[in-house]
Every structure is written in structure tokens, then in C-alpha cells.
């Protein structure tokens, strides 16, 4: 028996509906808010989601819970409703393998590569990021005064763009977690940048929110809610950050230095600070603390390897005066605690490259959404894994069996291949290693998972 490579995971559609409008027969047409491919004729398009509408109604008479996938030998679909009424829906194809047997080609597809736990994550993501950006579907009514087409415009102009970014083949469980990557600092180091963000927004009143980085670690931040910052993280990490540093690295953009000084230029905001009458580009997002999806605009201002993300609400004034006068404290504080980190950042990083351990390891805690991994040769671009692809689905197996029992727990596996592979849930955190030693026994692996906590998770925020 003898096959070919197995296809990777792809997208084949996804929409955006609501079932409240078009309820009038020959106007099902309104229902659909958003579709992709925008290629597919409108008969298709209206019997798709008629035939998702049917689901969901139909799994309604059986559970509470909404409906959240259906399985076909072919495709997987995700249901997800963000909003009442407002239905969400992504289908991505089943990887196959064709084989040769007796003669006769025969397909066999594998199911048990595609997790729902994976593709619910990256749909309830590609929610969040358009709310991040644009507000919720209710807020963008209401504005609108209950215009739907107002609401269609936003998320044609959104989704196009965002869809052709979405790394379906590469989801995986960090997709699931989502979380933030802390940079463990010493003490005296944290409590200076805290007292320089509170300095700087006492200063500058203006100034709502604030989040500092170090080499797109999160250090702090003041203000913001947690779930905001965490889509806020995923949005710099995985595209404002690579896009800005491939322009740097082709010259597209001609942001440069005050040249007073100090190494500061804003990542977002004017490009040219002598230019009264250019602000530039900048991105708005809607965060939710003192209100309901408050509308600010966001400055992200660089040093070295530290960046600072300064939200203003929309209705305070700001130009390009202002942020000569922010350039001007930011640019030299800034450049001087990106140098005293740097030192701090390189030690550690020597200290924990000087060994290559046997094992691979990912941690998460709910609390403060800090994630720690080493199972991904390039966190951000996902261009590689450090295990067998197998290996990682399992671990999005072991979760998904942990999630579903509210209890603490541990799941052992060894694996055909001689690797061991661990899962423990206790306390809010969630910690899976990836051991590959081929005569160790049940003994050897707790010991070895006792050891990597004590040398790696010692501490998430501060250094010993």
C-alpha cells in the first residue's frame, strides 16, 4: 500500500448572518451580513446558510447550549454567536490521503486532524479582532441608527483583508489559550517602568491607557481591561510588530528618530514630526472600561526593543504639537530603559539557551492569561513546530479532555514514537511537556517535569 502527502487543513467558507432578517420568503438574501469566497453565486451563498440556520434551530430542541460544530467526512464547520441573533460561522476542509489498495485508489480522511476546540478558538479570534477594531455588531447599529448596511460595509472592508492573514493549517493549542507573554523582570527594573507610565499619564492627561513591551514581551499595563489586552497583544504580535519591522527592513516608511538624543520614532502616529498637518495613520480601537466600547486612537511608540501603546479616546484632542512634546519625554526615558532591560533580557536568555533540554513545554494560567512555550521554533510567524505535528494535536487532545472536567487533573501519554507527553491542570494553570527519552519510566518523567518547573517557571513576573 503505497500513498501520497496528506493536504493540509484549508478554508472554505465563512460567513456572518442573521436570522431576524429576511424572514419574509424570496428575502433570505438579507440575512447574510458577510460571505467568503465572495466569488460564490448568491443561490449557494443563501442555501448555505439557510441549511447553518436549519442546524442551529434544530440542535436547539436538544441542548440549552448553542450549536458549536458539525462533523462531515469532508469539512468541519464552527457555529459561534458572539452576539444574539448574530451567527458566525467557518468551514475548513478534512486533510486526506489517497492510498493505493488492490490496485484502487482509496480515500482516507483524517478527521482526527482537524480539533474543534482549535478552529472554535480562531473563530471566537476573528470576533474579537473585529471588535477590537470597529466596535460590536450592536454598537455599529446603533450608531448607524439601524442601518445593516452600515454594519455590511464594516465587515466587507474588515474580513477581506483580515481572512487572508488567518493561518488555519498552523491553529493549534495555543490558538486555544491565546495568551500573553510576560518578560520576568527584577524588581527595582518593574517598579521604574510603573512609576515612569504613571509619571508619563499624570504629564500628559490625555492619555487613557498604557502597555509596555520589551521584544514583544508584555511588561505592564495601566488601565486596560484583561481581554482587551490580550486581543490587543495578539493584534501587535502577530501583525502591527512583523509589518513594521518588514518596512524597516525594506525602507517603505520614512519614520525616523527626533535625532535629540535618543534612539524613539512612533510605530503609529505622525511620520514626520516637523510636518504640523500630517498625524499619519491612525489606527482606532474600542476598549471596554469606563464604557462600552469607548473608541480611542492608538499610539505605539518605539525604542530600541521597547514599545509603549498609548490609547487617547477619540474626543481629546491630538496632534502633532503633542506629540512633539510626548517624543521629547518619551524618546530619552525610553531609550534608557530599553538599554537596562537589555542587559537583564540578554542574561536570561544565555541562562536558559546554555542548556538544550530533552523536552518541550507549554504553560498557561487563566488568571492573568501569561503564556510561556517552547514547542514553536517562530512563536509570532508559526513557521515551524519543535515536535512531530502528531505530538501537538495530541496535546490539543489532552486539553480538550482536561477542559471538559472542572476538576484538577493529569494525563500521561506514551506516545509509539518514544515520547512522553504530559498534561496537568491545577490551580487555574494548565502546564503539557513534551519529553522524548526512550527508556525512561513513569519515574523519570515526574521528576523531569519537577525539574523544568523549578528552572523554568520559577516565576512568571520577576526573577529570583
Known amino acids: ?36 469566497p465572495p ?31 458539525l462533523h462531515t467526512q469532508k469539512t468541519r464547520q464552527v457555529f459561534l454567536e458572539p452576539e444574539p441573533s448574530f451567527w458566525m460561522i467557518m468551514t475548513v476542509s478534512i486533510p486526506f490521503k489517497e492510498k493505493s489498495l488492490d490496485g484502487q485508489k482509496v480515500t482516507e480522511y483524517r478527521d482526527d486532524h482537524v480539533q474543534d476546540s482549535v478552529f472554535e478558538a480562531i473563530l471566537g479570534q476573528a470576533y474579537k479582532m473585529f471588535k477590537l477594531f470597529n466596535g460590536t455588531f450592536t454598537t ?15 465587515l466587507e472592508h474588515f474580513y477581506s483583508k483580515y481572512l487572508l492573514t488567518v493561518k488555519i493549517a498552523h491553529g493549534d493549542i495555543l490558538d486555544i489559550f491565546n495568551g500573553i507573554h510576560f518578560l520576568p523582570l527584577d524588581k527595582n527594573t518593574y517598579l521604574r517602568i510603573q512609576c515612569f507610565i504613571n509619571s508619563l499619564e499624570a504629564t500628559f492627561p490625555f492619555l487613557k491607557y498604557t502597555a ?32 513594521y519591522m518588514e518596512q524597516e527592513l525594506h525602507g517603505v516608511h520614512s519614520r ?29 480601537v474600542f476598549v471596554n472600561t469606563e464604557e462600552l466600547d469607548e473608541e480611542c486612537y492608538l499610539i505605539v511608540y518605539t525604542a530600541l526593543s521597547a514599545t509603549i501603546c498609548l490609547l487617547v479616546n477619540v474626543r481629546s484632542p491630538l496632534n502633532v504639537p503633542l506629540c512633539r512634546k510626548l517624543d521629547s519625554v518619551l524618546g530619552p526615558q525610553m531609550t534608557k530603559l530599553a538599554s537596562d532591560i537589555s542587559d537583564q533580557y540578554n542574561k536570561r536568555v544565555a541562562a536558559l539557551n546554555s542548556s538544550d533540554p530533552v523536552f518541550k513545554y507549554v504553560y498557561f494560567n487563566h488568571m492573568n492569561l501569561a503564556q510561556q512555550t ?28 482536561l477542559t471538559k472536567d472542572c476538576d484538577d487533573g493529569e494525563t500521561i501519554v506514551k506516545t509509539s514514537s518514544d515520547y ?23 519515574l523519570d518523567i515526574n521528576e523531569e517535569v519537577k525539574r523544568l518547573c523549578s528552572t523554568y517557571l520559577n516565576s512568571i513576573f520577576f526573577l529570583d
Not at 500513498?3 to 447574510?32: H, M, Q
Not at 442551529?56 to 436538544?62: A, D, G, L, N, R
Open 256 to 284: 525616523t528618530s527626533s535625532g535629540f538624543g535618543h534612539y524613539g520614532k512612533f510605530m503609529t502616529g505622525p511620520p514626520d514630526l516637523n510636518d504640523d498637518h500630517n498625524m499619519g495613520k491612525l489606527p482606532r
Open 420 to 442: 512522553w507527553v504530559v498534561g496537568k491542570k491545577s490551580d487555574q494553570r494548565e502546564f503539557y511537556v513534551v519529553i522524548n527519552q526512550r527508556n525512561a519510566n513513569l
Open 1 to 36: 500500500m503505497s500513498g501520497i502527502p496528506t493536504d493540509s487543513i484549508a478554508l472554505l467558507n465563512f460567513f456572518v448572518f442573521n436570522p431576524e432578517y429576511g424572514t419574509r420568503e424570496g428575502e433570505e438574501e438579507k440575512k447574510i451580513l458577510f460571505y467568503h
Open 39 to 69: 466569488e460564490v453565486d448568491i443561490d449557494t451563498k443563501i442555501k448555505r446558510v439557510g441549511l447553518s440556520e436549519a442546524i442551529v434551530k434544530f440542535s436547539e430542541t436538544f441542548s440549552d447550549r448553542p450549536c458549536q460544530s
Open 374 to 401: 517552547t514547542v514553536h521554533i517562530d512563536l509570532q510567524k508559526r513557521s515551524g513546530v519543535n515536535i512531530p505535528h502528531d505530538i501537538l494535536r495530541l496535546l490539543g487532545d489532552i486539553n480538550a479532555d
Open 140 to 154: 455599529i447599529l446603533n450608531r448607524a441608527n439601524g442601518e445593516v448596511e452600515a454594519l455590511k460595509q464594516r
Open 212 to 243: 509596555f513591551l520589551y521584544n514583544e514581551k508584555l511588561v505592564c499595563r495601566s488601565g486596560l481591561e484583561q481581554e482587551d489586552m490580550r486581543i490587543m497583544y495578539k493584534y501587535l504580535t502577530s501583525s502591527l510588530f512583523p509589518t
